[in-house]
C-alpha cells in the first residue's frame, strides 16, 4: 500500500535541482512516502518505457503500479498529488485514542493543504454527485482558486472529516482552514455577494500573460523547452537565437493548453514558436531569421531597438 514518489531528472536542469528541493521537503511530511531519484539520461531504457520525453517528470507508484504522473516542475501540483495520494494510501488506524489523533492530525493537514479547499464527491473535472457539481460550478463562475479532494478515494477521511467538522453531508468547503459549510450555506454567499470577499482569487490570463511574458529579459514561448525541441521550428529558433549568445528563458507551450491558446489571442499572433524581448513581442521564427539576416537580431535581443 505504500506510495512511491519517482523523480526523473537531470543536473543540467535547473528546474529539477529547485524540486528536488520539494521533494526534500516533502519527504519530512510524508514519512511514510518513499521519494526516489533517478537520472532520466542515465537510465534510458527505463525512461523510454514510462515516455519521459522531459524533465522534470514525477511518476507515482502504488503497489507496483504506476497511479499517477506529472510532467513540469510544478510546487503546488506536486504537493497536491502527494498529499492526495499519501492520504489514500495511509494505513487504517489502530482503534484507540492514538488512532483518533493521527486521523485528526491528518484531517487539519488536508484541510490546510491549500488556502480554499473543497471535499467532495469526484475531482472537479469529473464531479460524481450532482451537489458537488453545482458547488465546482458556483466556484469557477466567480474565479475561485481552490483544491480539492476526493472523499471516494478515502473512506478513512470521508466519515472521519463529518466527525471532526461536525458537519453530516458533502461537499464540504473550507477556507484559512476553517469550515464555511455545504452548498445551502455557499449559495446564499453568492446570492449576499460575500463569496467574492471571502474565497482567494484565481489569477487571470491576462495578468499570468503579462506575469510569463516578463519573466525574463527574453523570453521564448515554444514547443518543448530549451534542452529538448518539440517541433521543428522551436529547434531552428533555438540554435538561432543560442548562437547569439544572448541568455533567454522558455515556457513549453504543450504543458499549458490555458497559456497556449491565450496567447494567441493576447499577442494577436496564431503560431509558435513566440519570441518576446522585454514583455514585447517580436515575432515567430520567419522574423527572427529576418533579424539575423540583416544584423538586427542581437541589438533586438539586448533591448537596443
Known amino acids: 500500500r505504500s506510495l512511491i514518489v519517482v523523480h526523473f531528472w537531470a543536473p543540467w536542469a535547473p528546474q529539477c535541482a529547485q524540486m528536488n528541493e520539494v521533494m526534500a521537503t516533502l519527504a519530512k ?41 506529472l510532467d513540469g516542475a510544478h510546487a503546488p501540483e506536486l504537493t497536491k498529488k502527494v498529499q492526495r495520494h499519501a492520504a489514500s494510501t495511509s494505513l487504517p488506524p489502530a482503534s484507540n485514542q492514538g ?27 469529473e464531479p460524481r454527485c450532482g451537489f458537488s457539481k453545482q458547488m465546482v460550478e458556483i466556484l469557477n463562475k466567480h474565479g475561485i482558486s481552490f483544491s480539492s479532494f476526493d472523499i471516494f478515494s478515502d473512506e478513512e477521511v470521508r466519515q472521519g472529516l463529518k466527525t471532526y467538522s461536525n458537519w453530516p453531508t458533502y461537499p464540504q468547503l473550507y477556507v484559512a482552514g476553517e469550515l464555511v459549510g455545504g452548498l445551502d450555506i455557499i449559495k446564499e454567499l453568492e446570492a449576499s455577494g460575500e463569496l467574492d470577499t471571502l474565497c482567494p482569487k484565481a489569477q487571470k490570463l491576462e495578468d499570468r500573460l503579462k506575469v510569463l511574458i516578463n519573466k525574463a529579459p527574453v523570453m521564448l514561448f515554444m514547443k518543448g523547452s530549451k534542452q529538448m525541441a518539440k517541433c521543428g521550428f522551436s529547434k531552428q529558433i533555438l540554435e538561432i537565437i543560442n548562437s547569439t549568445g544572448v541568455d533567454y528563458e522558455t515556457f513549453d507551450i504543450l504543458e499549458d493548453e490555458e497559456v497556449r491558446q491565450g496567447l494567441k ?6 503560431t509558435y514558436p ?23 537580431l542581437l541589438p533586438v535581443l539586448k533591448g537596443e531597438n
Open 29 to 69: 511530511e510524508h514519512t511514510q512516502v518513499t521519494f526516489v531519484k533517478l537520472e532520466a539520461e542515465a537510465v534510458p531504457e527505463v525512461s523510454e518505457k514510462y515516455g519521459i520525453s522531459s524533465v522534470p517528470t514525477f511518476l507515482f507508484f502504488k503497489n507496483s503500479q504506476k497511479v499517477d504522473r
Open 274 to 296: 513566440q519570441l518576446y524581448v522585454k514583455g514585447e513581442l517580436v515575432g515567430g521564427l520567419d522574423i527572427v531569421k529576418e533579424l539575423r539576416d540583416s544584423g538586427e
Open 265 to 270: 489571442t493576447y499577442s494577436n499572433w496564431p
Open 99 to 125: 488512532g483518533k489523533d493521527d486521523l485528526n492530525l491528518r484531517l487539519k493537514k488536508l484541510i490546510n493543504a491549500a488556502p480554499c479547499m473543497l471535499f467532495m464527491k469526484g475531482s472537479p473535472k
